[in-house]
């Protein structure tokens, strides 16, 4: 009987997980903090594209790029989590060859956009702070839809790009993924092909999605805590430099994470510092986003009590007339 599962599972196609919850002491605390970050990262990312959506005096170019960050955020995360709490709770860890490349390209995709949105956010900033009186020009709706344009382009041709190769390549008996998702390094780890050269171009890629990006996040900031010191006002530095301080705490978490996971070299690597790693990007970072870049400001708090006093004045609208 054992034989005949093993050869079963040896000529399936589909993959199997590893996966987070291996020990059955933590797997169901584990459970439970991933599934509350995850509908939690879900609401904030969805309230927040409500609020940008109806209320008027978040339509500038800043909220207009946090609201594609959020969207981002809501499909990234749903990439992954759902598949591995409904795992979890079924008693099942396996993927099909679909799925995983499907999964694959989403998350290259997605993370990729994220990517090349973050940095250039970060120049919005610099923008708004550094440079006030260009910034509807530097800043208008046509240079914002080429920001989005831009980093939807550069994730999908990151997508289109390696997941084709990535799932290519023949993959051996064994098809456990050391992992609890289908990425690029822990894929590659099962096939039977020398990856050499695909895995110098993944890197090649990875430098410019992230290096790139990075730098331009780093030079915003640094040319905005310059322009904030030089500031007479005493409250509004501790307010910009509190700020920026949380931006580029999520910042550098997000990419510092990314940078790990695809730049370093095998022998610095561990399965289990690659989950812990990838959790940082890939659950935390989502549920962090808005609650960092959005719901701490007084415009988003501001549109969130006239949504609420809206709210409650219809509420008793309705109960009148009743």
């Given at each position: 009987?054992?034989?005949?599962?093993?050869?079963?599972?040896?000529?399936?196609?589909?993959?199997?997980?590893?996966?987070?919850?291996?020990?059955?002491d933590t797997s169901g605390f584990l459970f439970t903090i991933i599934t509350v970050i995850f509908f939690t990262a879900i609401m904030a990312n969805g309230i927040m594209i409500f609020l940008i959506r109806t209320d008027a005096r978040l339509h500038t170019p800043m909220y207009f790029l946090l609201s594609h960050l959020s969207f981002i955020d809501m499909m990234y995360i749903s990439t992954i989590v759902p598949k591995m709490l409904v795992d979890y709770m079924l008693g099942q860890r396996t993927i099909t060859f679909i799925g995983c490349t499907a999964q694959h390209f989403l998350y290259l995709t997605l993370v990729g956009a994220e990517f090349f949105l973050l940095g250039l956010m970060a120049y919005d900033r610099y923008v708004a702070i550094c440079n006030p009186l260009r910034y509807p020009v530097l800043m208008s709706r046509r240079v914002c839809w080429m920001i989005i344009a831009g980093s939807w382009f550069g994730g999908s041709l990151d997508g289109f790009l390696l997941t084709p190769i990535t799932m290519s390549f023949p993959f051996c008996s064994s098809r456990e993924i050391n992992h609890f998702f289908c990425e690029a390094p822990a894929v590659l780890k099962l096939a039977c092909a020398d990856t050499a050269l695909y895995e110098t171009v993944m890197y090649v890629c990875c430098v410019l999605m992230l290096l790139i990006p990075f730098s331009v996040v780093i030079a915003s900031y640094a040319?905005?805590?310059?322009?904030?010191?030089?500031?007479?006002?005493?409250?509004?530095?501790?307010?910009?430099?509190?700020?920026?301080?949380?931006?580029?705490?999520?910042?550098?978490?997000?990419?510092?994470?990314?940078?790990?996971?695809?730049?370093?070299?095998?022998?610095?690597?561990?399965?289990?510092?690659?989950?812990?790693?990838?959790?940082?990007?890939?659950?935390?970072?989502?549920?962090?986003?808005?609650?960092?870049?959005?719901?701490?400001?007084?415009?988003?708090?501001?549109?969130?009590?006239?949504?609420?006093?809206?709210?409650?004045?219809?509420?008793?609208?309705?109960?009148?007339?009743?």
């Amino acid at each position: 009987m054992v034989e005949s599962i093993e050869e079963y599972n040896t000529s399936s196609t589909d993959f199997i997980f590893m996966g987070l919850f291996t020990r059955k002491d933590t797997s169901g605390f584990l459970f439970t903090i991933i599934t509350v970050i995850f509908f939690t990262a879900i609401m904030a990312n969805g309230i927040m594209i409500f609020l940008i959506r109806t209320d008027a005096r978040l339509h500038t170019p800043m909220y207009f790029l946090l609201s594609h960050l959020s969207f981002i955020d809501m499909m990234y995360i749903s990439t992954i989590v759902p598949k591995m709490l409904v795992d979890y709770m079924l008693g099942q860890r396996t993927i099909t060859f679909i799925g995983c490349t499907a999964q694959h390209f989403l998350y290259l995709t997605l993370v990729g956009a994220e990517f090349f949105l973050l940095g250039l956010m970060a120049y919005d900033r610099y923008v708004a702070i550094c440079n006030p009186l260009r910034y509807p020009v530097l800043m208008s709706r046509r240079v914002c839809w080429m920001i989005i344009a831009g980093s939807w382009f550069g994730g999908s041709l990151d997508g289109f790009l390696l997941t084709p190769i990535t799932m290519s390549f023949p993959f051996c008996s064994s098809r456990e993924i050391n992992h609890f998702f289908c990425e690029a390094p822990a894929v590659l780890k099962l096939a039977c092909a020398d990856t050499a050269l695909y895995e110098t171009v993944m890197y090649v890629c990875c430098v410019l999605m992230l290096l790139i990006p990075f730098s331009v996040v780093i030079a915003s900031y640094a040319r905005i805590l310059t322009t904030v010191h030089r500031m007479s006002s005493v409250e509004g530095r501790k307010k910009a430099f509190a700020t920026c301080s949380s931006h580029m705490t999520v910042v550098t978490l997000f990419y510092g994470a990314a940078m790990y996971t695809y730049m370093l070299p095998h022998s610095y690597h561990t399965p289990a510092q690659d989950k812990v790693l990838s959790v940082f990007y890939t659950i935390l970072t989502p549920m962090l986003n808005p609650l960092i870049y959005s719901l701490r400001n007084k415009d988003v708090t501001g549109a969130l009590q006239r949504t609420f006093g809206k709210f409650r004045s219809s509420q008793r609208g309705s109960g009148d007339a009743f």
